[in-house]
């Protein structure tokens, strides 16, 4: 059975640093482009991440700054998300998902048309003093 699950959330300082895994089970990781999504309360649904299938091409949400990096160890059938200098408005559940038709030079960061296919349950992130 397929399956996503999203680890390494919890509570951390700002300016403080996670390191969430997305470890993916039933399926080789190989072919599948993996996205990062987030929503905090009151909030829709944004796609901050993103790695295609190669893990040659890699994008981010302009709101992150520069203080994520996404990156895939297939090998362990896993894709990372390394956040840094964190800050209480990056407080969300963070979701993992599996595009199985990735292409070459590109991610998506949008679910459009239903574009992910599988999705983990999410990990909380929250940022606070």
């Known amino acids: 059975q397929l399956q996503l699950v999203e680890s390494g959330g919890g509570l951390v300082q700002p300016g403080g640093s996670l390191r ?3 470890a993916v089970s039933g399926r080789t990781l190989d072919g599948a482009g993996i996205g990062w999504f987030r929503q905090a309360p009151g909030k829709e649904r ?3 991440s ?3 299938y190669r893990g040659d091409t890699t994008n981010y949400a302009d709101s992150l700054e520069g203080r994520f990096t996404i990156s895939r160890d297939n090998a362990k059938n896993t894709v990372y998300l390394h956040m840094n200098s964190l800050k209480p408005e990056d407080t969300a559940v963070y ?3 599996a595009d199985w038709h990735s292409y070459p030079g590109i991610c998506f960061l949008e679910d459009s048309k ?3 296919d ?3 349950r999410g990990t909380q992130v929250t940022v606070s003093s």
């Open 46 to 48: 944004e796609g901050i």
């Open 118 to 120: 599988d999705w983990g």
């Open 95 to 97: 979701y993992c998902a």
């Open 50 to 52: 993103c790695i295609n």
């Open 114 to 116: 239903g574009r992910y």
């Open 20 to 22: 969430l895994s997305c």
